[in-house]
């Protein structure tokens, strides 16, 4: 009697309960699966914009002398590509992937704060509307470095105020976002999934979701500085008034490294869930996996001042953060391994997600690598603000990052259309992106050491040769991008995709139908009967 | 392929240069030899891992008929893998260690030169021997580096690298460099001196280098500094004792006439 009850009303509630038709579904939705998807469309959109201004970068820096642009325009395209690249594409595509992934993993039948989740999207937009507006005022968009080290960042002409403006929105997005993340995680789990029982993904977003809420309110506040400073008399950062511009890049780095995990956390989520799949095989070390993601997190907030080994800090100072800094090879080592070991006597295929998986685990550990030599202080001062650097956080973070993001599109695309996508071209999209970027990046060590550094808009005859292999790279890179809308534009006309697309997928979002309907998880499954197969 | 890379730097010509130079200093020789060391245990650890990641997965790929196994965790396995590199690590923590304290070590230098940033050249001032300078892109850089220019840079000596006034010191004395600035944060670096300190307005940073060997060194600001940042190139030339004190006089003796000449 009572579960007829429950099911009429059930009835009521959600039968031919569809979207709204046109644009209000999107402009008014609280459906965590519309808003994830708008969330990786935007993250696409700003990484074509994000990285047609690396274009301009590498094409001015294909051959010596100044071709194309004039220096502060030069200056601009470095500034903004970063902004763009990190809050606009590689944070929102986790968010994206959050939203759509983590309730069909837990079980839950929508994010736990869906009138938020609708807003922290919508602002984004306008952030970006904003930010990319400054290109178009006077005295130039933001010039001085995404790192907006003052004095020099107070230089910049009418955009000063609207980048603070957008910085502050983009914050709020996150932390209304990353604050949905946790309440639904902590609240919304299908009953019988214990903490240690999640799958390393809502893992690696739950801790993802702390970090942000702790360091995007002091970026807040160090953006707020500048602007008193700017505005309103006040002299925190600068000498003449008492100040300290060595006090903004501590405040800046205490957001700033933690952020470098923001960006790389859920990336090592996405390749746990993907590696095991396609090895036929359980993650290993599961537990020990949840322990190095928070132990990397802790860390990240203790190794700020590896960013500025160069400012001229008290040397027992210098000595904590290399100590400390060196130490993130451990957890991040334990990851690695981890990985591999998951590989180990398995029964491997390699189809597009698992491709970009390997690349993944190959080029974020060579970007490991020059991570630790970074560590290592006396090195350091060589290696500091050249090219050196500029490779290393684009191996962590473009085979890193957003070929994770990459790996997780393909891997879920076929639950989110219901067809399996052109493999063919996925296969293609993998070996061009992943051939590209290395000739993209991997001389920038080479120019690094021989002596060029970052943020130059020209450069001695001696760089020239590494500085067009790295620019054919780009362009290439940049191309091959194209094939990953081709295959999103043909994504429906494959095969009419099974519920658990995959041969070895593991867990609850292979349970529901693909397409994933609108609703799902009205009622809380069993999480156990998912991990069967594995068990 | 960063061995295939050091293979080849063997026989490169410098325009292709692959590794950080050795420098002119006993510290860029320590700093140099830091840098070769963690990455051939880079390299080292690079060989294992990948190393097991390649026979695996050539080997167990379902395409040769392998079966997964079960097994999911192994205590002895996180234990050896944890506490491996944190012995690499300290071993690569100590000798890095040592050099950092000299590098911080500016007591008792023979010359103290005061520079001071500016958007976009350098000002030194030698503290003993007053004498002081704006050092400047050279003139033919300027030139070359206008866009569209239409002068083939390849053609310019030393194209951004060069400048109108150098810093002269001499051989085997340790110099001590004072860096503050006057706008923006700059930064002071010279890849053969293995010496890279930032210019902040309102402090003082202090750095010390000790060359070894005459020539002629060159370096840029590293620290964006604004729309110029990459035309202010710093050159140091090292010659002999007795070549220095006959700059010093020179100089000394120039910006004399030069004041009375006001």
């Known amino acids: ?535 | 392929m960063s061995l295939l890379g050091l293979l080849l730097a063997s026989t490169a010509s410098a325009d292709w240069a692959l590794n950080m130079p050795r420098g002119v200093t006993d510290l860029s020789a320590e700093t140099y030899g830091l840098h070769m060391m963690v990455f051939w245990w880079c390299v080292a650890i690079g060989v294992v891992v990948f190393g097991v990641m390649i026979i695996s997965l050539f080997m167990h790929r379902k395409s040769k008929g392998a079966e997964p196994a079960s097994f999911s965790h192994s205590t002895v396995a996180e234990v050896l893998w944890t506490a491996i590199p944190v012995v690499i690590l300290l071993i690569m923590a100590v000798p890095a260690a040592e050099t950092m304290v000299k590098l911080e070590d500016t007591r008792d230098p023979d010359i103290s030169i005061v520079a001071t940033a500016y958007q976009w050249k350098w000002h030194y001032e030698y503290q003993d021997e007053g004498i002081d300078f704006y050092s400047s892109l050279a003139r033919p850089s300027v030139e070359a580096r206008r866009k569209q220019s239409g002068v083939d840079v390849s053609t310019v000596e030393n194209y951004l690298l060069d400048v109108d006034r150098p810093v002269v010191v001499p051989k085997g004395a340790k110099v001590r460099l004072l860096l503050t600035s006057n706008d923006v944060i700059h930064s002071w670096w010279v890849p053969e001196l293995a010496i890279k300190k930032d210019a902040i307005p309102g402090i003082v940073n202090e750095t010390w280098f000790k060359p070894n060997e005459v020539g002629t060194y060159r370096g840029q600001c590293t620290e964006l500094c604004g729309k110029d940042h990459g035309y202010m190139p710093i050159v140091v030339e090292v010659v002999e004792p007795a070549a220095y004190q006959a700059w010093v006089d020179a100089r000394k003796d120039g910006d004399a006439k030069f004041a009375s000449a006001q």
Not at chain 1, 205 to 213: C, D, E, K, S
Not at chain 1, 405 to 433: D, Q, R, V
Request: proline share 6%; aromatic share 16%; hydrophobic share 55%.
């Open chain 1, 1 to 535: 009697m009572t579960t007829a009850v429950a099911d009429a009303h059930a009835a009521e509630d959600h039968d031919d309960h569809g979207p709204t038709k046109g644009y209000k579904r999107w402009l008014f939705s609280t459906n965590h699966k519309d808003i994830g998807t708008m969330y990786l469309i935007f993250s696409l959109v700003m990484f074509f914009v994000g990285g047609a201004m690396a274009m301009v970068i590498r094409s001015e820096l294909a051959v010596p002398g100044l071709q194309f642009v004039h220096p502060e325009f030069f200056n601009s395209m470095t500034t903004m590509h970063a902004l763009i690249m990190v809050f606009g594409a590689v944070m929102p595509a986790f968010v994206g992937l959050a939203n759509w992934m983590i309730p069909l993993m837990i079980g839950a039948p929508d994010m736990a704060l869906p009138r938020m989740n609708n807003w922290s999207f919508w602002i984004l937009p306008v952030a970006f509307g904003i930010l990319l507006s400054t290109l178009l005022m006077p005295g130039g968009a933001p010039a001085g470095g995404w790192t907006m080290y003052p004095p020099l960042i107070l230089q910049t002409g009418d955009a000063f105020p609207f980048l603070i403006f957008s910085v502050h929105l983009m914050g709020i997005s996150s932390i209304m976002g990353s604050i949905n993340v946790i309440v639904t995680i902590i609240n919304m789990r299908a009953p019988d999934m214990t903490l240690l029982k999640m799958p390393m993904f809502v893992w690696t977003w739950l801790i993802t979701a702390y970090l942000l809420i702790a360091v995007m309110p002091v970026l807040a506040g160090a953006v707020t500085m500048l602007l008193t400073d700017q505005f309103f008399g006040t002299s925190f950062f600068l000498a003449a008034g008492g100040g300290d511009p060595v006090m903004f890049q501590h405040i800046f780095w205490f957001f700033g490294h933690p952020e470098v995990y923001i960006m790389i956390l859920p990336a090592f989520g996405v390749v746990s869930e993907i590696i095991p799949t396609f090895s036929r095989k359980k993650l290993f070390g599961h537990d020990s996996m949840v322990y190095a993601a928070s132990c990397i997190a802790f860390l990240s907030f203790i190794v700020w001042a590896h960013h500025m080994f160069t400012v001229g800090m008290p040397l027992t100072g210098q000595l904590f953060f290399m100590f400390a800094t060196m130490l993130i090879a451990v957890p991040t080592g334990v990851k690695i391994f981890n990985w591999v070991a998951t590989m180990w006597r398995g029964a491997m295929t390699f189809e597009t997600p698992m491709l970009f998986s390997l690349a993944f685990v190959f080029l974020f550990t060579i970007g490991g690598f020059s991570g630790l030599m970074l560590a290592i202080q006396p090195a350091d001062v060589q290696y500091h603000d050249t090219y050196f650097v500029v490779a290393h956080f684009h191996y962590v973070l473009v085979p890193g990052s957003v070929f994770a993001i990459m790996a997780g599109a393909y891997y879920w695309l076929p639950k989110w259309t219901g067809h399996m996508y052109n493999e063919k071209l996925g296969k293609l999209h993998f070996w061009a992106s992943t051939i590209f970027v290395n000739i993209t990046f991997f001389p920038q060590h080479f120019l690094g050491l021989a002596g060029m550094p970052r943020r130059i808009p020209d450069y001695s005859v001696q760089f020239a040769d590494f500085n067009l292999v790295s620019s054919i790279g780009a362009i290439g890179f940049g191309l091959s991008q194209l094939l990953f809308v081709a295959v999103l534009l043909t994504a429906k006309r494959g095969e009419k995709a099974t519920d658990r697309v995959w041969e070895g997928s593991h867990g609850l979002e292979w349970t529901v139908p693909s397409p994933a309907p609108w609703h799902t998880f009205t009622t809380p499954p069993k999480a156990r009967i998912a991990n069967e197969s594995f068990e």
